[in-house]
């Protein structure tokens, strides 16, 4: 057994490699430190992103690419070495990098990286720093009149501030004096060169991090940021208190009705009709235990997430952690899907459980992975850095068989031979009561637009920002608030789900189970469309980052669906078990 676990824990030591530099960062005065060029591309669109050397830079004689983590892979970080030697504490000033000759066709890619306001990324001994390309003058700024003009920066300027023998802080400059014309199609030589200049501060390394934080949020949007949050937890709250008084009251009476015996009464009590009938097993029970299965794996990843946040191993611009750490922690939750899925299923039906933890299995990991396949052939069309290596597929694939498909069977073993038998307060008739018909505002698609919508307006800000990081150069700073919201996403999902099912059992309705998971569900719709408007709002263009967009919020929003529903479909579930055991006691 031993033996066996050596290559998956390899597997999983794989997934962690992530140092450009030494682990102290403390160097000795013209000691090299690390910097490695990254990837390129338009300002706008930050999927797309393309390797370093695509643009004719001045290239080191041989390229030795940096070793990096899966998560990092999955980035499109594609650190190289570079020609830049920034020595620690040593001033530089003009210093050439190379003389080089510009055919037309090198011309023609900067002048098109410079229309479309290309971007480089470097890293600093694991800082990250940014700078233009080049600038566009308007016609308006010409003096002959024939503009517009695109001008490539040849000098970099870089500012390095250092506490001790540590590195705190770097910036990148471009001399708007040092420009070379490329407006028209003629080879032309350039000296690109660099200067570097090192400063002292009293910032301490620990928190070298914060200004990337600092950096991106605005005194202004910071203060509406934070009174939108607050409107909206109160609005929240308010909006839990009415349905949750409302809804204990009308049962109360209920109950009161059903233990008076007045028959009269008795008949506007609807739902206690459905005693025979409500606890009937649904429909699709496998498909629908797959979904409990992949709902419960995705809210434990999601926790898990919030943990590491909150203990500081998830901070702004630590390559690939985000994604390493997703890729580790739902290998490892595989188990929590497996025993969720079979177990749930094991209550109902004695045989057949392996089909509902297989099913649960690719519930959300199929349409991820053919998703993801076809993001990735459009990324390798393009040649952009998400284009995902064939020897990382290949180690997502290894770990996905030797340590995902065994947790997740085992865990299936596990909920089906711990499984506990399900006490229905009453016993089930052999023939299903017929369900009455139905006015429009009480059907599936009703109930599921207002139990998506509530939900969705509480979170709306929060969710912009959300977009905002993923999708522009904002930093969620604040994943306290973060996680306070998802609080309340939950806390409103369960109790509209409550309180619909309620609704839905008093017009004799017992088919409950798929229509609570839709509407648990709803609200992930509401974010998708939302998606939709960022996008249409935003200066993101062009087939790969339009791909890459919807291809990763369709995944995200698919996410949110099966854990939402899972949610709503177990509140849904102990209110029933509930109020029916209370009717059996009375």
């Not at 499109?76 to 020595?87: A, C, M």
Request: net charge neutral; aromatic share 16%; charged share 15%.
């Amino acid at each position: 057994m031993g033996r066996m676990l050596i290559l998956p824990f390899h597997l999983l030591l794989l997934l962690g490699l992530s140092l450009a530099s030494p682990i102290d960062h403390r160097y000795n005065i013209e000691d090299d430190v690390p910097l490695f060029v990254n990837k390129i591309g338009p300002f706008n669109n930050p999927s797309e992103t393309y390797h370093y050397y695509d643009l004719p830079f001045c290239q080191p004689g041989e390229l030795l690419p940096e070793k990096e983590s899966l998560g990092e892979v999955l980035n499109g970080d594609r650190l190289t070495n570079t020609l830049y030697q920034l020595k620690f504490g040593v001033d530089k000033d003009g210093f050439v990098l190379c003389h080089t000759k510009l055919n037309q066709n090198d011309v023609s890619k900067f002048r098109a990286a410079i229309i479309k306001d290309y971007y480089y990324q470097m890293y600093f001994d694991d800082l990250p720093f940014w700078g233009f390309v080049g600038k566009i003058e308007d016609e308006l700024w010409t003096l002959d009149g024939k503009g517009p003009k695109y001008f490539l920066f040849k000098h970099v300027q870089f500012d390095v501030l250092y506490n001790g023998n540590q590195v705190i802080e770097i910036h990148a400059f471009s001399d708007p004096s040092h420009v070379v014309d490329i407006t028209e199609n003629i080879d032309q030589d350039v000296s690109f060169t660099y200067s570097v200049r090192w400063n002292e501060t009293s910032t301490l390394f620990k928190d070298r991090i914060a200004r990337y934080s600092r950096a991106s949020a605005r005194p202004v949007n910071y203060q509406i940021h934070w009174f939108s949050i607050i409107n909206s937890i109160f609005i929240s709250v308010l909006l839990m208190a009415f349905l949750a008084v409302s809804m204990m009251q009308r049962l109360k009476n209920d109950l009161r009705k059903w233990s008076n015996g007045d028959e009269e009464e008795d008949k506007e009590v609807g739902w206690k009709y459905l005693h025979g009938d409500v606890f009937r097993c649904p429909s699709n029970m496998p498909l629908l235990c797959a979904i409990i299965g992949a709902g419960t794996q995705l809210l434990t990843l999601f926790c898990c997430l919030f943990i590491l946040a909150s203990l500081g191993v998830l901070y702004p611009y630590n390559r690939g952690t985000l994604l390493t750490s997703l890729v580790i922690i739902y290998t490892l939750t595989s188990a929590v899907a497996g025993y969720s899925s079979a177990s749930f299923y094991s209550q109902f039906v004695e045989t057949g459980w392996e089909r509902s933890v297989t099913l649960s299995a690719v519930i959300f990991l199929g349409p991820f992975l053919f998703m993801q396949f076809f993001l990735n052939s459009v990324a390798v069309s393009f040649g952009a850095t998400l284009a995902i290596p064939f020897g990382s597929i290949l180690v997502i694939i290894l770990i996905y068989t030797l340590i995902a498909i065994p947790l997740l069977a085992l865990g299936g073993l596990i909920g089906y031979r711990h499984k506990s038998e399900f006490h229905a307060p009453s016993a089930t008739k052999k023939c299903a009561r017929e369900i009455p018909s139905l006015a429009w505002y009480r059907k599936t698609p009703s109930q599921m637009f207002l139990a998506g919508l509530l939900p969705f307006s509480a979170i709306a800000v929060e969710l912009h920002q959300f977009y905002a990081t993923l999708w522009g150069y904002k930093i969620s700073t604040l994943p306290g608030i973060l996680f306070f919201m998802f609080i309340i996403l939950i806390l409103l999902t369960v109790v509209l789900s409550i309180g619909l099912t309620y609704i839905q059992l008093t017009v004799e309705d017992h088919e409950w189970w798929w229509r609570s998971i839709f509407r648990g569900g709803s609200t992930a719709i509401f974010m998708f469309a939302y998606s939709i408007f960022f996008y249409c709002k935003s200066n993101m263009s062009g087939a790969l980052q339009t791909t890459a967009y919807f291809v990763y919020n369709t995944c995200i929003c698919y996410a949110f669906f099966l854990m939402l529903g899972t949610i709503s479909l177990r509140a849904s579930l102990m209110f029933t078990r509930h109020i029916y055991h209370a009717v059996k006691s009375e």
